[in-house]
Nanobody, 126 residues
Framework: QVHLVESGGGLVQAGGSLRLSCAASGRTFSSYAMGWFRQAPGKEREFVAA????????NYADSVKGRFTISRDNAKNTVYLQMNSLKPEDTAVYYC???????????????????WGQGTQVTVSS
């Protein structure tokens, strides 16, 4: 069973930075695709960033491109989301997600992922 635990959320002023972590356990993740999603109150859960665990290749939503960076540490089985130049509209609960994949694809919809963390709140004040 895959287990994902997010951490690193908090309250930050606009223009500030936060780094989210997603500690993964229960599998060997070399064949997994990992993603970060977020959900603001009253809104749908939306794609933020994705990474292929084996290659480290990444993909981003247009709204965060150039400000957020997704990465992984193989030794620690952890995926990170470095968030810079934060804006009030980045305020949301951020979720880490995982799915097994051998095709090298990226996945942009929440229903395409099988495993989820509990989420971590990010609040950006103006």
């Amino acid at each position: 069973q895959v287990h994902l635990v997010e951490s690193g959320g908090g309250l930050v002023q606009a223009g500030g930075s936060l780094r989210l972590s997603c500690a993964a356990s229960g599998r060997t993740f070399s064949s997994y695709a990992m993603g970060w999603f977020r959900q603001a109150p009253g809104k749908e859960r939306e794609f933020v960033a994705a990474i292929r665990w084996s290659s480290g290749n990444t993909n981003y939503a247009d709204s965060v491109k150039g400000r957020f960076t997704i990465s992984r540490d193989n030794a620690k089985n952890t995926v990170y989301l470095q968030m810079n130049s934060l804006k009030p509209e980045d305020t949301a609960v951020y979720y880490c997600a995982a799915r097994q994949d051998y095709s090298g694809s990226y996945y942009y919809n929440s229903y395409e992922y099988d495993y989820w963390g509990q989420g971590t709140q990010v609040t950006v004040s103006s």
